[in-house]
């Protein structure tokens, strides 16, 4: 039997240094199992023509990725500036919700514009306030509905639009915004198969966008972006309202105290394995592979650490939309996590709570292809959950064949751990569809005479359907 190179899924984000043909192919053809989108950085036209681009190319090789638009969430920026500004420790520097003048200064008082005009309405004198990612330290020091006056903590250069941070604080943003809306229905257009929703604070901000997924024909599942203290405190219940979660150490890193992260991705991973939830790691796990032909050392334990947690996926930002080497970044996690899950021991996870008796009886399948040689388990799905749940329970090793007759769900079903899909038709014969199924396994070479099979099926006893696990061996 063919054994899984990992069972950890990747993330590619596309961009400017992925896009082509030849790159997309590059990307597939090493095993990228989802590209991303980011709305950050991305035009409609520009949407319409990837996709169709990554469908075409995923067509071409037989290996069908899916695809996630990133929605850009509500967000706070700075205004523009016709040039950087020079901030030196102790200036002081005034957040308005007007344009700025030019040159940006007032009698020795820096002015710049801030897109929130209710930001003073969340502040107090005391309070910290991040500028581009963190690295603009500023404390506020007197507060107004027209401005808020910051000390600012260290020497730095302030650009054009960067991001504000607000460290703990609550804010009276917009789940969705209206740019949010116009992109998503792109997404919808072009049928991306998953959306994930920046800043995500809680379960009503799930249960608003599957609303609006629902409302425009869209069956799309919907990942979770954990970037900030409220989403972290709402934890379990944004990974129970949600089809996924996305860890996005990015904004996290600033959002909350950094000796947090770990602590807080840890939980995240556990959280999201007890619900059978995918789960990606995402943010600088190979940052300095941007410029650099190898990682550092710290990095590829960061990786590890990943994988050793059991997350279902891990993701690629920079390193694959504007970075020198994404193939390389690819081939780099591909290595890491082979190695790694080789390392893990064979037992199943005991956190997955499961109720129907169905997904119960995957447990015992799933057990049953870990203590034989040359096993694999193989499920038939309509909905994806007991693909999900079978991923969730981690056979380390086995390899899991995933069959649906749903267009959409086999290229949905790459984002979770372990699972190979295949998209066929479905028999009204249960016995049928299964010898189909592993005729489809032997032509892709995936099985070879003498394999073992554990499957989960219905069958037809005294005039009645019942659940049964059944132990095929091939023969071809």
Known sequence: MKTPERQTKIIATIGPATESEEML???????????RLNMA???????????ERIRRIGEKVKREPAILMDVKGPEIRTGYLQSPVQLKRGDLIDLVFTAQPEPPRIEKVWQVEVNYDKLHEHLKPGNNVLLDNGLIPLLVVEISPKKIRCRVLQDAELKSRRHVNL?????????ITEKDRLDT?????????????SFTRD?????????????????????????DQQGVNNLEEIVTASDGLMIARGDLGIECPFEELPIIQRKAVSICLSR???????????????ESPVPTRAEISDVANAINEEADCVMLSGETTTGLYPIECVRMLK?????????LPPVLSESLRLFRPKAKMLRSAALLALRMENAAVLVFTRSGDLAAKLGALRPNGAPLFA???????????????????????????????????????????????????????NVLADGKVVESIQLREVDV
């Open 335 to 343: 290595r890491i996590s082979s190695r790694i899950e080789r390392e």
């Open 41 to 51: 950085h991305a035009s409609h036209e520009w949407i319409r023509e990837i996709t």
């Open 167 to 175: 460290p703990g604080i609550k804010t009276g943003l917009p789940s």
């Open 403 to 457: 069959f649906t007759d749903i267009p959409g769900l086999h290229r949905r079903l790459r984002l979770i751990w372990g699972i190979e899909p295949f998209l066929m038709e479905f028999s009204k014969d249960p016995e049928q569809t299964i010898q189909e199924a592993i005729k489809r396994l032997i032509e892709e070479e995936r099985v070879e005479t003498g394999d073992q099979i554990v499957t989960v099926t």
């Open 25 to 35: 192919e590059s990307l597939i053809s090493e095993g990228v199992d989802v590209m």
């Open 185 to 197: 229905l792109v997404g919808i257009e072009c049928e991306h198969d998953f959306f994930a929703l």
């Open 276 to 290: 059978g939830k995918p789960v990606i790691v995402a943010t600088h796990l190979l940052e300095s592979m941007i």
């Open 203 to 227: 379960a009503d901000a799930i249960d608003l966008f599957k609303s609006f997924l629902k409302d425009n024909n869209s069956n799309a599942q919907v990942i979770a972006k954990i970037e």
